[in-house]
């Protein structure tokens, strides 16, 4: 094996996987290219759910003059490819019906329905198959719907900001702690989601528009948790808005809405109480904290804790960003 080459192409595949969206909601986020004599011929990458996947755009993707090099042709991808139906046919069929003789791949499918089953399927039909090639990084694509797929439950991001004293705010007072450069970044994570969700008192005090105006993605879906019942539809000039009064456990809620919303991608904006509450509970995959540089508050609601690995860190004009990963899911 080349592992050179094998390694040069699932780079290609992953940094076309890395161009998908949120709009895959349940499939993975996957990328794929032929290669003829060293040369690529075909790319793809699964744009929208329910349309073709990485591996079926790929092959389409090859231009007339070159259609008869697709048989001669290896056929790279991120992630092990499906063998059942589901919005589209299987691809090991899209695969075997293009006499495709070499298959290199990134990862193996974590859903139950796959975990190697196609990779049996193509070797049976004389496919030569290699990999797993570049594994971590490849399951990095995916770790919305790892969470999907083993938990049963959306991915779930956290995101909160703070004083350089570590407050998120005054009781019973909006303050505004974070800047505009941080805003973007905020909008940017709100589009990435299917989902926002909120307490009642956060949304009562704060009034926040919940939305992407500072940066061209969609709106997502607004869930406000109102146990208490201190909301009703009639007093709210949302679109798109969801109210749980349900006093079921946060698991329960969150297997509800992945299950009944399709809600794959849950982005927690407050408050402390509601983000002590998903901590608590070990019910979070990453965590977004935003600390003003310059602002003190020397009172007020303390910050959320929580334990987990430093993913990256950023400056913000002022403001600083520490991604979070809770290492316990791990």
């Not at 987990?308 to 809770?326: C, M, P, R, T, Y």
């Amino acid at each position: 094996m080349d592992t050179y080459k094998e390694n040069k192409y699932i780079k290609f595949c992953i940094s076309l996987a890395k161009l998908a969206s949120s709009a895959t909601f349940r499939n993975p986020n996957v990328g794929a290219c032929l290669v003829y004599n060293d040369q690529i011929i075909g790319r793809g990458y699964h744009q929208e759910y329910g349309k073709a996947h990485a591996e079926v755009n790929a092959i389409n993707s090859v231009i007339d003059h070159h259609k008869s090099l697709i048989e001669k042709a290896h056929l790279y991808v991120t992630l092990e490819p499906c063998n059942h139906w589901g919005k589209t046919g299987p691809c090991t069929d899209y695969i075997l019906k293009h006499n495709i003789k070499k298959v290199v791949f990134g990862a193996y499918d974590p859903n139950p329905k796959m975990q190697g089953k196609s990779i049996a399927h193509l070797k049976q039909n004389n496919v030569e198959v290699i990999g797993p090639i570049l594994e971590k990084e490849c399951l990095e694509l995916i770790k919305p719907y790892i969470t999907n797929t083993s938990q049963n439950r959306p991915y779930i991001s956290l995101k909160w900001a703070q004083s350089n004293d570590f407050y998120i705010g005054k009781i019973n007072e909006r303050i505004k702690i974070s800047n505009k450069i941080s805003d973007i970044y905020v909008h940017k994570m709100r589009s990435e989601h299917d989902a926002i969700l909120v307490g009642s008192n956060t949304f009562l005090i704060d009034k926040p528009k919940l939305n992407t105006r500072l940066y061209p993605g969609k709106n997502p879906k607004i869930i406000i948790l109102d146990r208490r019942n201190r909301l009703s539809k009639e007093n709210l000039s949302l679109d798109n808005t969801l109210i749980l009064t349900s006093n079921n456990d946060l698991k329960t809620l969150l297997n509800e809405l992945l299950d009944e919303q399709n809600i794959t991608r849950l982005m927690i904006e407050g408050g402390a109480t509601i983000h002590r509450s998903f901590i608590e509970a070990g019910l979070w995959d990453t965590a977004h904290i935003i600390t003003s540089n310059k602002l003190t508050l020397g009172s007020g609601i303390p910050s959320p804790l929580l334990q987990g690995k430093l993913k990256s860190k950023l400056g913000l004009a002022g403001d600083s960003l520490q991604i979070v990963e809770n290492n316990k899911l791990e």
